[in-house]
C-alpha cells in the first residue's frame, strides 16, 4: 500500500463552463444540435407553459369566465364531481371516500416493517378490506346502506375498482399458473399452458366484448352477470396470462439449489415456493410485474366497449356535451395527468421497492 | 497398529447397533445411461463413511438418492427403518431425519442467517419461533458464527456461509448428515475451518456420509472408505488398509491421481 491511510480522495472541481465544453459543445455536431435543441425550447416551452399556467382560467363558474389564449380550467372544477365519481349518486358520495380513506388508513401498518404482527395483519387486510369496500359502494342493503347499483359507478372510482381488483385478482392467479406451467404433472401443466397461450392470443377489447355480446349465450336467460363482474373476470384471466409469464421468468433465475436445499430440509412443495422460491422469484420480476400493472391501469378505459364509463369515458362524455363543447384539450390533457400521476406512482413505488430489499440483503 | 485396532474395536461396537442406512441392488439410470450399477450399502449408527472416485462416478447421485432428490429405479433404500417409496409421507419422514450440506452451500439468499436455520424448525416441525430462535443460537454458537446471525449470507465468507449450511441443516436434529463436497468450492484457506466443524461433529456420534477428497479427513475421520468408479462401488475399507493397501487397480490409480497433486 503507497498511499497512506489518511489521504482523502481528490475532490473534482465541478466546473461550469468546463461541463458545457465536455456535455454540449464537444465537436461542431454537438453544438450545432445543442443550438437547435435550445431553439425548440424556446420556442415551445413558453407557449405550452402560458396555456396551461400563465394565461389560464382558474376562476369562474361557467365558460363565460373563461380568457381566450389561455386554459380554461374552469370546465374540470365544474365537473371535478363526476369525474371521480360518475353517477354514483352525490348523496352517498361520501361511501366512495370513506371506501377509498379506509383502504389507505388500513394498509398504513403494512409499511412498518418492525411490527410484530405484520403477517398477520396483511392477511387480514387482504381478506377483509375488498369486503369492507364492496359494502360501502354496493350497499346491497346490509345495515341500512342503499344500494347503488353498478351502472351508476363511474369516473376515476370506477376506474381505480377496476384496476385494484385487476390486480389483486391477477396476480395469484398469475402465481399459480406460473407455477402449473412447470409443474411436474402433465395434466396441470397442459392446462396452464393453453390458459395462458389463449389469453395472450386475444385482445383484451374482443375478450370484453365476447364477455358482454356471447357470455349471456351461452347462459340461462334468467341468469345474468352484472356488467361490471363480467368486466373484473375479463380483466383478471387476461392480465393473469401476462403475469404468469413475468413469474416464470423470475422462477427460471432461482438456481435448482435453492429447491433442492427447501426439499432437503423437509419443506413441502408449498412451503418451499411460498418461503422460499417465490419470494426470490417476484423480487427478480418486480420491474416487469408493475409493467403489466401499469399497463392494466390504462387499458381499464378500454371497458367502454361494453358500456362502463371509466374516467376516460367520463371526460370525454364532458367534453362532447353541449355546455362544454369546445374545451377538449382542457378535458384531455388533465385525463392524461391522472393517469399520468399513478402511473408514474407506481413506477416510483416499485423502484424504492426494489432499492429496499437490495438494501436489506446487501448483496 | 494400535489405530487399526482402535478402528476394529469402533467396527466391532457397531455390530450391536442399528442399521442406519441399508441399500440394496440399488439402481439408477438418467434416460440410458446408467449411473448406478448396483449398488449394496449398509451404514450403521454412528459410522463415518468417506466416499471419493472421480468426476461423474455417481457419488453425488448415491448421496442424492439417500434423501430422495434424486429417485431410484431398482432396488431398496431403506433409511433408519422407513423405506424410500413414491409414498410422499415417508420421503418427508426420511427428509426430516437426514441433513444435507452442499458444495454451493444453497443458503437462502433473502432470509438472514437466522432465518435460514429456523425456516424448517417452524415450518416443518411447528416448533414455536422463540424455542427455534434459541436452538438455532446454540448451533451457530457451536460452528462458531453466532455474532453473524443477523447478517444476510451474501454478507459473509464462502467459509461462514458453509458453517452455516451445516447448522441449518443441523437444526432439524437430523440422525444421519449427508456431505457432497462441502469443500470443493472453498479457498484454500476456508477448508480447515469447515473441516473442523465436521470433524467435531464426527467426533459427537453423528452418523455421516460424506462425498470428500480431502484424504486428511478421511484418515482422521472415516470409519469406511468407498471408492466409487462408472456407477459401482469398487471398493470399501477401513482407511489405513484402504490408503496402505488398496486391492484393486482402479483405486491405486485413482489414489495415485489424488495423492500425487
Ligand atoms: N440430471 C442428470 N441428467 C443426466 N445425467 C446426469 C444428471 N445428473 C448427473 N448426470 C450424470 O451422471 C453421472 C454421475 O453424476 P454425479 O453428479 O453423481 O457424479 P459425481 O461422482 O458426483 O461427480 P463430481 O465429482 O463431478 O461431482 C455423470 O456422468 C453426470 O453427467
Ligand atoms: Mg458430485
Request: hydrophobic letters at 50%; glycine letters at 6%; a neutral charge.
Amino acid at each position: 500500500m503507497s498511499s497512506s491511510p489518511s489521504l482523502r480522495p481528490p475532490v473534482v472541481r465541478v466546473d461550469a463552463l468546463r461541463w458545457l465544453r465536455e456535455n454540449l459543445f464537444s465537436g461542431p455536431i454537438n453544438t450545432a444540435l445543442t443550438l437547435v435543441a435550445l431553439y425548440l425550447l424556446w420556442r415551445f416551452v413558453p407557449p405550452v407553459l402560458g396555456w396551461l399556467f400563465f394565461d389560464a382560467t382558474w376562476q369562474g363558474s361557467s365558460r363565460a369566465d373563461c380568457h381566450p389564449g389561455g386554459a380554461c380550467w374552469i370546465f374540470i372544477g365544474q365537473r371535478f364531481g363526476q369525474f371521480l365519481y360518475g353517477f354514483y349518486p352525490a348523496e352517498e358520495r361520501w361511501r366512495v371516500n370513506l371506501a377509498a380513506l379506509s383502504i389507505i388508513l388500513l394498509a398504513v401498518p403494512l409499511f412498518f416493517s418492525r411490527l410484530p404482527q405484520r403477517r398477520r395483519w396483511a392477511i387480514g387486510y387482504f381478506l377483509f378490506t375488498p369486503v369492507l369496500v364492496w359494502w360501502l359502494l354496493y350497499g346491497a342493503g346490509i345495515l341500512g346502506l342503499p344500494t347503488v347499483s353498478t351502472d351508476q359507478w363511474g369516473g376515476l372510482m370506477l376506474t381505480l375498482v377496476i384496476a385494484a381488483v385487476g390486480i389483486a385478482g391477477a396476480l395469484p392467479l398469475g402465481i399459480l399458473l406460473a407455477l402449473g406451467r412447470r409443474s411436474q404433472l402433465p395434466a396441470i401443466k397442459i392446462v396452464c399452458i393453453t390458459f395462458i397461450e389463449f389469453w395472450r392470443g386475444v385482445p383484451l377489447i374482443t375478450v370484453l366484448f365476447m364477455s358482454s355480446v356471447m357470455l349471456p349465450l351461452f347462459l340461462p336467460e334468467q341468469m345474468s352477470i352484472d356488467k361490471l363482474v363480467r368486466a373484473l373476470i375479463a380483466v383478471i384471466l387476461f392480465e393473469a396470462a401476462y403475469l404468469a409469464e413475468v413469474v416464470r421468468g423470475g422462477l427460471q433465475a432461482i438456481p435448482k439449489g435453492q429447491y433442492e436445499a427447501a426439499h432437503a430440509l423437509g419443506l413441502s412443495y408449498w412451503q418451499s415456493m411460498g418461503l422460499v422460491i417465490l419470494p426470490q422469484a417476484l423480487r427478480l420480476v418486480i420491474p416487469g410485474i408493475v409493467n403489466t400493472f401499469i399497463a392494466l391501469f390504462k387499458d381499464t378505459s378500454l371497458v367502454i366497449i361494453i358500456g362502463l364509463a371509466d374516467f376516460f369515458t367520463t371526460v370525454h362524455r364532458a367534453t362532447v356535451a353541449p355546455e362544454w363543447l369546445g374545451f377538449s384539450t382542457e378535458g384531455y390533457v388533465f385525463a392524461a395527468f391522472v393517469y399520468f400521476l399513478f402511473c408514474f406512482g407506481m413506477s416510483r413505488y416499485s423502484i424504492a421497492l426494489e432499492k429496499r430489499l437490495a438494501r436489506s440483503e446487501k448483496r | 497398529m494400535e489405530l487399526m485396532e482402535e478402528t476394529l474395536t469402533r467396527l466391532e461396537s457397531h455390530k450391536t447397533q442399528e442399521v442406519m442406512i441399508l441399500m440394496e441392488h440399488v439402481n439408477k439410470w438418467y434416460h440410458d445411461f446408467h449411473v448406478l450399477k448396483d449398488i449394496d450399502l449398509t451404514v450403521m449408527a454412528g459410522e463415518r463413511i468417506v466416499i471419493c472416485g472421480p468426476s461423474g462416478s455417481g457419488k453425488s447421485t448415491l448421496i442424492r438418492c439417500i434423501n430422495r432428490l434424486e429417485a431410484h429405479q431398482r432396488g431398496r433404500i431403506v433409511v433408519d427403518g422407513i423405506e424410500l417409496t413414491e409414498d410422499v409421507k415417508a420421503i418427508d419422514a426420511i427428509r426430516r431425519e437426514v441433513g444435507m450440506v452442499f458444495q454451493h452451500f444453497n443458503l437462502f439468499p433473502h432470509l438472514t442467517v437466522l432465518e435460514n436455520c429456523t425456516l424448517a424448525p417452524i415450518w416443518v416441525k411447528k416448533m414455536p419461533k422463540k424455542e427455534a430462535e434459541a436452538l438455532a443460537l446454540q448451533y451457530l454458537q457451536r460452528v462458531r458464527i453466532a455474532d453473524q446471525a443477523h447478517k444476510y449470507p451474501g454478507q459473509l465468507s464462502g467459509g461462514q456461509q458453509q458453517r452455516v449450511a451445516i447448522a441449518r441443516a443441523l437444526c432439524m436434529k437430523p440422525k444421519i448428515m449427508l456431505f457432497d463436497e462441502p469443500t470443493s468450492a472453498l479457498d484454500p484457506e476456508m477448508v480447515k475451518e469447515v473441516l473442523d466443524t465436521m470433524i467435531e461433529l464426527a467426533a459427537e456420534g453423528m452418523t455421516m456420509l460424506c462425498v470428500t477428497h480431502e484424504m486428511g479427513f478421511a484418515r482422521t475421520v472415516a470409519d469406511r472408505v468407498i471408492f466409487m468408479d462408472r456407477g459401482e462401488i469398487v471398493e470399501q475399507a477401513p482407511p489405513e488398509e484402504f490408503f496402505l493397501h488398496p486391492k484393486e487397480e482402479r483405486t491405486r490409480r485413482f489414489l495415485g491421481q489424488i495423492l500425487h497433486h
